[in-house]
């Protein structure tokens, strides 16, 4: 047997080495140089350059400071070496692998991709301060993905947005509004937004007619949208209701530029902006693409139950629900008597087209039970509703459930029980 007949791998296509390689840590990928002439320049053209915790051998990596120099000398060495086109860069280390000493060294592998055309920069990394963004980045017009933790974004005067860029992920990032604002505007092909604890600013504009996916994550005053036809998907977790600003337009506002909205995904307190005024029957224009609906609340707060109610009589073909009940200190209790579903509607209850409905982190209290008995009474086309409580419930809530009428004769209820391990 020869050894090219031996060598099977080494006859496979270009694309499907290229592939095995891609699938290697980059320690990994440098080593096949050794195997034959064929494999020495294979691991320089891969395009997607990670550098992790993975580049470093585990012998080195029980001390931070050989660990540190030989991380930063890997990442010098690929970028210098590297021949071919160039997709993706993530760094992505914990203190022992870049402290504020590499800051020099972070600003100048930047400085060699800007020259370089590449789609996708990921910046993971925790520094003692943010990490400030060098003002050459924001040149670099090929980007069509960032993703960036940690940091601090202060754009040049000049920069009007990245015109390819598709995908923004900003996580602990420090930025002025206009900057932000700027950014996003100023990125016409953005379809997808993910924003989680920013600082700088609390009133979070979206501008961007070919968003489709925004994901807002922290404390904030405010949110809006302008020009967002397209956006299909949003999640809103506020955090703290202590700076939550409500008024009357908020929930007119939201809406109005949501003409597309499928899948809406609310947490935590964000219900108390929305819905901060007198809660209206129905929405002015009705959602009528929403399909998807996950929403938590108080049962104990009279308000936010009647906006769940607005919300499922403003949507018409909805058809997945998920409510997870939200415990708050200092809250309105109702009295066992003080309310009943059906009449917080000021017409007839038409029926729902739910059809998969899913209720957590319930206790057992009359409030959830009529929501429960609710649903069920007004869904005939649904066919599964999953009830997970909290800990410690008793068996009285299963009896409860197995005792409510149903509507649909194709349901299935089925009740999770928590495991205190």
Known sequence: MTDMESDRISCLPDHIID??????????????????????????????????????????????????????????????????????????????????????????????????????????????????????????????RLELYWCSLKPPTTFEGFRNLKSLH??????????????????????????????????????????????????????SFDNTPQL??????????????????????????????????????????????????????????????????NFNNLKEISAVLCLLNSSPNLQRFGIYARLEEHADHLSPVSYCWEDIFSEPVMPFKLQRVKIEDISGTKCELDFIRFILLYSPVLEKMTVKPVLNVTSKLMTELIRFRRVSGQVEVIYHVKDSS
Not at 108 to 120: A, D, E, G, N, Q
Not at 181 to 187: A, C, P, Q, V, Y
Not at 233 to 262: A, W, Y
């Open 19 to 144: 592939q095995i390689l891609s699938h290697l840590p980059i320690k990994e990928a440098g080593r096949t140089s050794v195997l034959s002439h064929i494999w020495r320049n294979k691991w320089s053209t891969q395009p997607d350059l990670v550098f992790d915790r993975q580049c470093v051998p585990a012998a080195t990596s029980k001390d931070p400071s050989v660990s540190k120099i030989k991380f930063l000398r890997i990442i010098d060495d690929v970028l210098l070496l590297h021949s071919g086109p160039i997709n993706k860069v993530k760094i992505s280390a914990g203190y022992d692998l870049i402290d504020m000493n590499s800051v020099a060294d972070i600003d100048r592998w930047i400085l060699h991709l800007t020259k370089r055309s590449f789609k996708k920069l990921v910046l993971d990394f925790w520094l003692d301060e943010p990490y400030k963004i060098p003002c050459y980045l924001f040149s670099c017009q090929s980007l069509h």
């Open 232 to 297: 299909a998907k949003v999640l809103v977790e506020q955090t703290s209701q202590s700076r939550l600003h409500g008024c009357s337009s908020n929930l007119v506002n939201f809406f109005d530029h949501l003409p597309n909205i499928q899948v809406l995904l609310i947490h935590s307190y964000f219900i108390k902006y929305l819905f901060a005024d007198v809660v209206p029957v129905k929405l002015p224009t009705p959602c009528i693409n929403l399909t998807t609906l996950q929403i938590s609340i």
């Open 170 to 223: 900003l996580e602990q990032v420090t930025m002025t509004q206009d900057a932000f604002e700027k950014l996003i505007s100023g990125s016409p092909l953005l379809e997808k937004l993910k924003v989680a604890y920013l600082y700088g600013f609390t009133q979070i504009n979206i501008h961007a007619p070919n968003i489709k996916c925004v994901q807002i994550i922290g404390k904030f005053e405010g949110i």
